[in-house]
C-alpha cells in the first residue's frame, strides 16, 4: 500500500488557529504546513506573545491575527505584520471572526475557561470545531452540546483519548456499547513514594515522561486531574453515563483509549505518542490523510500495560467520577477550583497534594445546580477560584 497517496480535495479547508503560540496550536500549524495546500490558515489566535504570534504570521500569511490580551496588542510592533494579514484584538473581536463564512473549520487551542467564548461563537455559527479545549466540555458540556445540536455545529475532539474513542466507536453502534476505557500516562509520578508527593516541585511535575505540553495540561496530567477532567468531557462528548467510563494507567501512551462492546470485543487506536495525529483527524475527518505524525516501528518489540490508577495517589480521579455522576454546575466547579490551585501551585502558594484536596472542598461546599445557565456557569466559576485563593490563604 503507498502510505504518500490521499485523496485531494478540490479546494483547501480553510482554518482558524485559536491558541496558535501554545503546544497545541504549534502542532496544529505543522500538520497545515505539511498538508500540502490542503488546509490553509485563515485566521491565528494568541493571548499575549506576540513575537511569536508575528512569526507565525509571517511564515503562514493568514488573513487575519488576533491578539487576545488589549494590554500586548498595544506594545505590539505592527511593522512586522505582512502586507496580507489584518490585525483585530481582544475577545469580542475574536467572538465575531470566528463566525466568518470564509472559516471551514475551527480548531479551539486556547487553555482553560479562557477558551469557552471563542469555542461557543464558533459553534454558534455551525462551525465545525476541532475540539482540544477540553475545559469547554467540563464546563458546560449539556450546554455546548445542545447549542452544536441547534445551530448545526460539529465537534470533533482532539484530546488523543476522546479522537481514539471518536475512532473506535466507528465499529459499532451507541447501543452495542458496554463500556469506554480512558488510557492515561500516570505522569511522572506514577512509582513515587506516596508520602513523598506532598514536597513535589513545579520543575517535577513539569517533566512530563511521554507528552510535551503546555504548562497547565502537564501539572493536570501529574495528578491526573487531567483524567478526571477527560472524564466528565467524554460524558459529554459521547453522551454515555459516568458507570460506563472507565481509566487505565498506561505508561507507554501507545493505546490512547478503547471501546468495549457487547460482544466482548475492545477496539483500541494505538499511535506513537503525538497529538500531531489526532489534529489532523479532527481536521480531515471523515476522510484519512498521509500522516505527519511518528509512525510505529514495528521491528521494534512493544510492551504494554495496563493497570488500574491508585486512588490514594490519584484522588483527583474519583473527583472526575463524581462530578460526571452528579452533572449540572460540578464540571464548571471543579475546572475553576483547579485552574486556580494548578496557578497557586506553579508560583508557590500551594503544595503539590493540596490541589486535589482544595478541589474537593470546593465541589464538596458548591451550592450546585442541575440545571444552570451560561451565566450560572460564569458566576460559580468565578465563585471556585475565590474560595481557592481564600483557601490558600488561612
Ligand atoms: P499552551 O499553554 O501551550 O497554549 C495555550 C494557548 O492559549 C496559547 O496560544 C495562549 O496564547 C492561549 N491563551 C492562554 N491564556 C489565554 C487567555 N486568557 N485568553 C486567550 N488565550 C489564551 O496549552 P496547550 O498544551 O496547547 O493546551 C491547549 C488546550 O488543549 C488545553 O485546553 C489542553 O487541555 C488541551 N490539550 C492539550 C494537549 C497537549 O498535548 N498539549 C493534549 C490534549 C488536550
Ligand atoms: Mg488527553
Redo the contacts with the bound molecule.
Keep these: 500500500m503507498d502510505v504518500g497517496s490521499r485523496i485531494r480535495s478540490a479546494v483547501p479547508l480553510r482554518v482558524a488557529v485559536l ?7 504549534a502542532s496544529t500549524l505543522e500538520v497545515i504546513a505539511a498538508s500540502d495546500g490542503e488546509f490553509v490558515p485563515f485566521l491565528l489566535a ?4 506576540t513575537d511569536l504570534l508575528l512569526a507565525q504570521a509571517r511564515a503562514y500569511l493568514p488573513q487575519w491575527i488576533v491578539v ?1 490580551d488589549p494590554a500586548a496588542a498595544l506594545a505590539m510592533d505592527r511593522t512586522g505584520v505582512p502586507a496580507e494579514t489584518q490585525v483585530a484584538v481582544g ?1 469580542e473581536a475574536l467572538d465575531e471572526l470566528v463566525q466568518a463564512p470564509e472559516i471551514d473549520r475551527v480548531v479551539a ?4 475557561a ?2 469557552l467564548r471563542s469555542t461557543w461563537a464558533a459553534l454558534e455559527a455551525g462551525k465545525t470545531v476541532a475540539l ?4 469547554t466540555l467540563v464546563m458546560a458540556g449539556p450546554l455546548v452540546m445542545e447549542l452544536a445540536e441547534r445551530s448545526g455545529g460539529t465537534i470533533i475532539p ?3 483519548e476522546h479522537s481514539a474513542i471518536h475512532q473506535a466507536l466507528r465499529a459499532g453502534s451507541a447501543d452495542e456499547v458496554v463500556r469506554i476505557v480512558l488510557t492515561a500516562s500516570g505522569g511522572p509520578f506514577r512509582l513515587r513514594a506516596v508520602e513523598t508527593l506532598v514536597s513535589v516541585t513545579p520543575a517535577e511535575a513539569l517533566k512530563h515522561p511521554t ?1 510535551s ?5 502537564t501539572i493536570d496530567s501529574a495528578t491526573m486531574m487531567n483524567k478526571a477532567l477527560e472524564i466528565i468531557e467524554a460524558r459529554w462528548l459521547f453522551g454515555v453515563p459516568a458507570e460506563k467510563l472507565g481509566v487505565l494507567v498506561h505508561p507507554q501512551s501507545i493505546v490512547h483509549s478503547m471501546v468495549e462492546f457487547i460482544d466482548g470485543s475492545v477496539v483500541a487506536q494505538m499511535s506513537p505518542p503525538d ?1 500531531k495525529l489526532p489534529i489532523q483527524y479532527a481536521l480531515s475527518y471523515p476522510q484519512r490523510l498521509a500522516g505527519v505524525a511518528r509512525r510505529f516501528d514495528f521491528s521494534q518489540s512493544m510492551h504494554l500495560e495496563f493497570a488500574a490508577p491508585d486512588p490514594q495517589r490519584f484522588p483527583a480521579v474519583g473527583l472526575g467520577y463524581a462530578a460526571a455522576a452528579r452533572g449540572g454546575t460540578c464540571g464548571a466547579v471543579l475546572n475553576a477550583a483547579n485552574e486556580e490551585a494548578v496557578r497557586g501551585f506553579l508560583e508557590g502558594e500551594l503544595r503539590f497534594t493540596d490541589i486535589a484536596e482544595v478541589c474537593a472542598r470546593v465541589l464538596d461546599e458548591h451550592p450546585f445546580q442541575p440545571d444552570p445557565s451560561l451565566d450560572d456557569v460564569r458566576r460559580l466559576d468565578a465563585w471556585a477560584r475565590q474560595e481557592v485563593v481564600k483557601w490558600a490563604c488561612v
Excluded at 505540553?213 to 495540561?217: A, E, H, S, T
Design positions: 491558541g496558535s503560540t501554545g503546544s497545541i496550536g494568541a493571548h499575549r506573545r487576545l475577545p487551542a486556547i487553555v482553560g479562557a477558551g482540544a479545549n477540553k475545559e482532539v484530546d488523543s507528552w505540553m503546555g504548562p497547565k495540561i497529538m
